[in-house]
């Protein structure tokens, strides 16, 4: 046995090389699992509650219905949506607070849309966009992260 180990050292220390990399390698899988498992318990995932928990909330806007500006036709069409707005948790009463300032922005925004405006391809996106520029600018002391359409009809 000692003959062969000083015959073939090379091969000796390759395979003994690979099998404590390979040893290594598995231990720090696992501790690396554990590590990560303690941080999602620590910021609050993985609770024993289903699905994923998230520290947004969204709040549900008041159904809005707003005469749009149509210059080519004598009757303006009417716009209805149903919106949500994505908050932090913390700071969705203070949210709800704010629903009338709210509202009055979107309103106004949504009053002076024109109909061929709305009607282009790509034009929810920048409505959404212009949409939630104007809700972060109404003075809210609190960031909006996003607006949700629920439902949005052309009358």
């Given at each position: 046995?000692?003959?062969?180990?000083?015959?073939?050292?090379?091969?000796?220390?390759?395979?003994?090389?690979?099998?404590?990399?390979?040893?290594?390698?598995?231990?720090?899988?696992?501790?690396?699992?554990?590590?990560?498992?303690?941080q999602r318990l620590q910021a609050g995932f993985g609770t024993g509650q289903r699905g994923l928990v998230t520290d947004m909330a969204y709040c549900?806007?008041?159904?809005?219905?707003?005469?749009?500006?149509?210059?080519?036709?004598?009757?303006?069409?009417?716009?209805?949506?149903?919106?949500?707005?994505?908050?932090?948790?913390?700071?969705?009463?203070?949210?709800?607070?704010?629903?009338?300032?709210?509202?009055?922005?979107?309103?106004?925004?949504?009053?002076?849309?024109?109909?061929?405006?709305?009607?282009?391809?790509?034009?929810?996106?920048?409505?959404?966009?212009?949409?939630?520029?104007?809700?972060?600018?109404?003075?809210?002391?609190?960031?909006?992260?996003?607006?949700?359409?629920?439902?949005?009809?052309?009358?």
């Amino acid at each position: 046995m000692m003959d062969f180990i000083r015959k073939n050292r090379l091969s000796v220390f390759i395979a003994s090389y690979t099998v404590l990399f390979a040893l290594l390698a598995v231990c720090g899988a696992l501790l690396a699992k554990e590590r990560v498992e303690n941080q999602r318990l620590q910021a609050g995932f993985g609770t024993g509650q289903r699905g994923l928990v998230t520290d947004m909330a969204y709040c549900d806007l008041p159904r809005m219905t707003v005469s749009m500006h149509n210059p080519s036709s004598a009757s303006a069409p009417y716009l209805r949506a149903d919106l949500s707005l994505e908050v932090s948790r913390a700071d969705e009463a203070i949210i709800e607070g704010y629903q009338p300032r709210i509202m009055e922005k979107l309103n106004i925004l949504l009053s002076n849309v024109d109909m061929a405006e709305i009607q282009r391809d790509h034009a929810l996106p920048q409505l959404r966009a212009a949409m939630l520029k104007a809700v972060n600018s109404s003075g809210i002391p609190v960031p909006v992260h996003d607006l949700l359409f629920r439902e949005l009809v052309i009358m």
